[in-house]
T-cell receptor
């Protein structure tokens, strides 16, 4: 079945460091891919998305490129801030699972001042 | 104007009780969901409704019964609560297939 695998956390970085959170997927068909962020005590917010191969989603300095050949959608940010501390979820949605979004296990990110 | 709102935000109750969580969306979406997030942050879908019809029931115990009185509302009723039901429950909605979902703030249910 469809699934998402993302790197285990927690990830701890210093402020202004470069961030990569790896995400790979298995899916039938051509999924849309998402990154969601969950700040402490809050719900999930869509961070960025990409709906077809080679699309790049971007928001708030975060980027991820839909790589069909490697079935990956890695999240990157050039210079992280303390306010980026949160749990990040990679997710997919395909027509075969049209009525649900499948999430990875989440990666907790902590940024040190 | 909150897009997806659910109430209550916190719910503490004793084992064996029956409780409900309400969800409303003002986005005009056709599809609504309930997800459960466990203590390790893992998110798993429970139910999905499209135009008030149940289309996904992911092997959830019969004690959980969703009800959708109209497209904008999807409530979750839980009978005979158990300790293992303690989790954060998220309601969400989306417009169509292959589109993102918008999530509510979550309801933290604690069964004691």
């Amino acid at each position: 079945g469809d699934s998402v695998t993302q790197m285990e956390g927690p990830v701890t970085l210093s402020e202004e460091a470069f961030l990569t959170i790896n995400c790979t997927y298995t899916a039938t068909g051509y999924p849309s891919l998402f990154w969601y962020v969950q700040y402490p005590g809050e719900g999930l917010q869509l961070l960025l998305k990409a709906t077809k191969a080679d699309d790049k989603g971007s928001n708030k300095g975060f980027e991820a490129t839909y790589r069909k050949e490697t079935t990956s959608f890695h999240l990157e940010k050039g210079s992280v801030q303390v306010s980026d501390s949160a749990v990040y979820f990679c997710a997919l949605r395909t027509y075969s699972s049209a009525s649900k979004i499948i999430f990875g296990s989440g990666t907790r990110l902590s940024i040190r001042p | 104007d909150t897009a997806v709102s659910q109430t209550p935000k916190y719910l503490v109750t004793q084992m064996g009780n029956d409780k409900s969580i309400k969800c409303e969306q003002n986005l005009g979406h056709d599809t609504m969901y309930w997800y459960k997030q466990d203590s390790k942050k893992f998110l798993k879908i429970m139910f999905s409704y499209n135009n008030k019809e149940l289309i996904i029931n992911e092997t959830v115990p019969n004690r959980f019964s969703p009800k959708s009185p109209d497209k904008a509302h999807l409530n979750l009723h839980i009978n005979s609560l158990e300790l293992g039901d303690s989790a954060v429950y998220f309601c969400a909605s989306s417009q169509a297939v292959n589109t993102e979902a918008f999530f509510g703030q979550g309801t933290r249910l604690t069964v004691v």
